[in-house]
């Protein structure tokens, strides 16, 4: 649940994580304390200030039965697309995770760890943060900043702010053991934590505190479930993507082959009438190569320690180490593919009814060949998984900070060092070695040799099977190093109160070293490219902020950052803020705030690559059809960095309103509107085909058949995105006498428009409501605790949105199949319950998706073997997880 914030001070000591201030107030007679909040370093007594924050605690988490950040974050209504999920595709970024607020991309989003920023993830086009390398068990609370830039933290945080406060202060020892389950009975989960604390800060001068853990999920392939239980989708009314191109031999004519012969190797046939263009045929099905849930496994070490000096000093520091491993397999790529795309399967002599050097799809068997049992050359549909293709990825991660906290004269004054790493490995295999198909494995005249065996590998030469479907490894090293000093103090009296102060300075230092295997970049493996990144930077920063009551119903707020980037030169961003509180109970506030992204190091360092990616050709298919080849197309791209790309640049406003009509209830609504710039992006791919007329320069097409060569998506700053909506958060507690008390949360996000222009040339057009932009997005709870028990039951609502990626685009399933061009809303239910009745020992069960809920069903996605989108959903189904606390005395 998402607990906001009410403008009475009760908040203040609840993110200090005590109980509500204001009933605090009634029994104690000492000044409350003074606590910091995301978006400001002055110290204050009220909470509340002028932008809008979310909080979600530690026991947020616990109810939610999340076991990653990543599920913690997922849930947010203020999330949308442009992030990165764990599962999908598996693309560079595999085995990560990153986060996107008002779906402005992962790297407009800033994340930090207790305020300070990390190193990012090594692959992908944004630089962000893993989040599925923070341990979930140390996490004290996060808070999420709302509003657009921070001239605080980062200019950079256009979409905002999202900050991972870590455990501080602990004394004893706790073990916590879980398990989970589907209602399939797969994708298990075993998850060990043990915190050990000892110390108080107040009597021993000291805390310290280790917190250890390591999880297990076992993978979930997408055939265990019934919407893909198979690849022939016709009963969906789609396509049948069960493919021929597997071992069958045909006769050789034309580009795939002529009347069906026979199959190579021991596959058995396909018996099914209902399919009179596969039966008898050996079929490839990658629904059961391919996962819906990787495997993974997570480990975590994380330690603080604070010492009490004389004179209110203090020392602190924390360190955390993780790594997280996970593995998936995927669908291994036939000759239909490589010979369309790599143009290496080729009709030499124009032998088989084409043209000379006409593309084919298949390998020739010579009639000389062992397998060979037809007396002539045959055309053999291939599927090249003699290795399977799989990919695994391990990342680890290290951070270490030191500092000292107190007071000089009358600042409170901080000052830390800290240094972070992550060393990525990505190990592919499966893809073929260009140079190896053509030379070792077919002779000079394009035809299979007769010493290597298809359908077969152990016959083969492992040499030779080793060097053909080589182990390939991408490895990336970043590290972001930095110094930090700041402090905050009051300067004098304003009629509403003290006129506070805040100063502050940084410097870190950057480095991205992203190195793809030298196969895939130096074109050996030409299916797939990939491109490295390497660079390195250094960035100082000082900022200033004011906080003035200069009323006792009104308080202003000023900020203003300066930064310098080695490589990219300087810019200066305010921000300002106001709040008006004309009762005791209502508050109007507002902010206004401007943003600077730099390029990142991949954007300025990465070199070019060339990929496929899969496309519908508006000019050879008008209207979808499933028979036409080029309605479901992969198309060679090109991407990579520019060197003439400009920062980004942001303004954002927000409008907003606190009330808390009784003790315990509040509820605040806050209007947002984010313009963003010179946004560096790739043209979409779908909008380039569209309006291919624009761009003749970035498109090329075979000149004899007219059909898709090329298609260049180079980074340039080529968008501006405007976006706005309303974010509205409520929270309230209800005394129920001896029956306890009951707790509700709610949050809302409405994306009221999301306007971007693909060019600078082009005009804004509208995008919320289309294509992974949905408008609704919501999280409602309510709780129940009573004595040793305490339950909850948690909704997450997604909005429905249109298949069309724009306004002026066309929905491929319009004329078969309209019913799929709207991707449905979704609401599941998660439900919690623990009980502490028992000495030393809590017991808790959380059900995440009570109702066994499919996702929505998104026809796009078939293409992935997915049929959902895993930006807001999951597949999984109900999943069941049980765990137990013992803390030791």
């Not at 070490?301 to 995927?330: K, N």
């Not at 009709?347 to 000379?356: F, H, M, R, S």
């Not at 030191?402 to 901080?414: I, N, P, Q, Y």
């Amino acid at each position: 649940m998402f607990e906001i914030r009410p403008i009475v001070r009760a908040v203040a000591l609840l993110c200090a994580g005590a109980a509500p201030l204001y009933a605090q107030a009634q029994e104690h007679s000492e000044p409350p304390p003074r606590v910091e909040i995301t978006g400001s370093r002055i110290k204050r007594v009220d909470a509340e200030t002028a932008s809008a924050v979310q909080v979600i605690t530690a026991e947020d988490i616990a109810r939610s039965g999340a076991t990653t950040v990543t599920d913690v974050l997922r849930n947010l209504p203020a999330g949308n697309t442009g992030g990165y999920v764990t599962e999908g595709t598996p693309s560079q970024a595999f085995g990560s995770a990153g986060v996107s607020l008002r779906g402005l991309g992962a790297g407009s989003t800033l994340t930090l760890i207790n305020g300070r920023r990390v190193a990012p993830f090594g692959f992908g086009s944004a630089s962000f943060v893993d989040t599925n390398a923070i341990p979930v068990n140390a996490i004290e609370r996060v808070e999420v900043l709302l509003d657009g830039a921070s001239a605080i933290y980062g200019a950079d945080a256009i979409g905002g702010v999202i900050n991972i406060i870590l455990r501080k202060n602990y004394e004893g020892l706790s073990a916590t053991v879980s398990g989970g389950t589907s209602a399939y009975h797969d994708g298990n989960m075993g998850n060990a934590s043990i915190t050990y604390g000892q110390g108080k800060l107040e009597q021993d001068g000291y805390n310290w505190l280790l917190s250890l853990s390591h999880s297990d999920i076992s993978p979930v392939l997408v055939n265990a479930r019934e919407r893909t239980r198979d690849g022939d989708f016709r009963r969906v009314g789609l396509a049948d993507r069960r493919s021929t191109f597997s071992s069958n031999a045909y006769t050789a004519s034309g580009t795939t082959g002529g009347t069906f012969l026979g199959i190579v190797g021991n596959c058995a046939p396909l018996n099914d009438p209902a399919s009179p263009t596969l039966n008898g045929r050996c079929i490839a099905d990658s629904t059961n190569s391919v996962t819906l849930q990787s495997k993974a496994q997570r480990d975590n070490v994380y330690s603080a320690l604070t010492y009490a000096l004389s004179g209110g000093w203090e020392l602190f520091g924390d360190a955390s180490l993780s790594r997280s491993r996970q593995a998936s397999t995927m669908y291994s790529y036939a000759t239909n593919s490589y010979g369309a795309y790599t143009n290496d399967l080729v009709d030499k002599y124009g032998l088989y009814g084409n043209a000379p050097g006409t593309t084919i799809s298949y390998l020739l068997l010579p009639a000389s060949h062992p397998q060979n049992r037809w007396g002539k050359t045959v055309a053999v549909r291939y599927l090249f998984n003699d290795i399977p293709t799989t990919i695994a990825s391990e990342s680890r991660n290290m951070r270490y900070t030191f500092g000292a906290r107190g007071t000089l004269g009358k600042w409170d004054v901080e000052a830390a060092g800290m240094f972070s790493r992550s060393l990525t490995d990505t190990r592919y295999r499966g893809y073929l070695q260009d140079s190896v198909l053509m030379n070792d494995v077919l002779d000079a005249d394009g035809l299979v040799r007769n010493s290597f065996t298809l359908s077969n590998p152990g016959a083969n030469d492992p040499a030779l099977m080793a060097r053909l479907y080589p182990q390939l490894n991408n490895r990336a090293d970043t590290s972001t190093s930095s110094i930090d000093l700041h402090g905050n103090r009051e300067l004098f009296t304003l009629p509403g109160g003290p006129l506070a102060i805040s100063l502050g300075a940084e410097f870190r230092r950057e480095k991205f070293d992203a190195v793809p295997d030298t196969l895939f970049t130096d074109g050996s493996i030409q299916l797939i490219g990939m491109t490295g990144s390497n660079g390195s930077r250094s960035v100082s920063a000082a900022y200033g902020e004011l906080n003035a009551p200069v009323l006792k119903t009104v308080e202003l707020s000023l900020a203003a950052r300066s930064d310098h980037y080695s490589d990219f030169g300087s810019a200066f961003t305010p921000k300002a803020g106001v709040k008006w509180s004309p009762l005791p109970q209502l508050a109007f506030r507002g902010t206004y705030a401007e943003g600077f992204r730099a390029p990142s190091l991949p954007e300025l360092h990465a070199g070019n690559t060339n990929g496929y990616i899969k496309v519908l050709d508006p000019k050879l298919c008008p209207v979808y059809d499933a028979a036409n080849a080029n309605c479901d197309i992969y198309v060679a791209y090109t991407t990579g960095a520019n060197p003439d790309i400009k920062a980004e640049k942001s303004k954002s406003f927000t409008v907003g309103v606190v009330v808390e009509p009784i003790p315990r209830w509040s509820l605040s609504v806050d209007v947002y509107n984010i313009k963003r710039r010179n946004e560096l992006s790739t043209i979409n791919a779908s909008y380039l085909l569209e309006n291919e007329s624009k761009f003749t320069d970035r498109i090329v097409r075979n000149p004899v058949s007219g059909k898709l060569d090329h298609i260049s998506l180079i980074t340039a700053n080529l968008s501006e995105t405007q976006t706005r909506g309303v974010d509205v958060d409520a929270r309230g507690v209800t005394p129920l006498g001896n029956w306890g008390r009951l707790t509700m949360t709610a949050s809302y996000n409405r994306m009221n428009s999301y306007k971007s222009s693909n060019t600078p040339d082009d005009p804004l057009a509208e995008y919320a409501g289309y294509y992974e932009l949905p408008k609704n997005r919501a999280r409602f709870g309510l709780a129940w605790d009573r004595g040793p028990w305490d339950a909850s039951v948690n909704w997450n609502y997604v909005g429905g949105y249109l298949l069309k990626t724009s306004p002026d685009s066309v929905c491929s399933f319009q004329a078969a199949t309209p019913w799929y061009c709207d991707v449905h809303s979704s609401l599941t239910a998660d439900a919690y319950v623990s009980y502490k009745g028992f000495r030393n020992l809590e017991l808790s069960l959380s059900v995440r998706n009570l109702a066994n809920k499919e996702a929505p069903f998104d026809a796009s996605k078939i293409a992935y073997l997915q049929g959902y989108s895993p930006t807001y959903h999951s597949q999984l189904g109900r999943y069941f997880q049980l765990s137990a606390t013992y803390k030791f005395k």
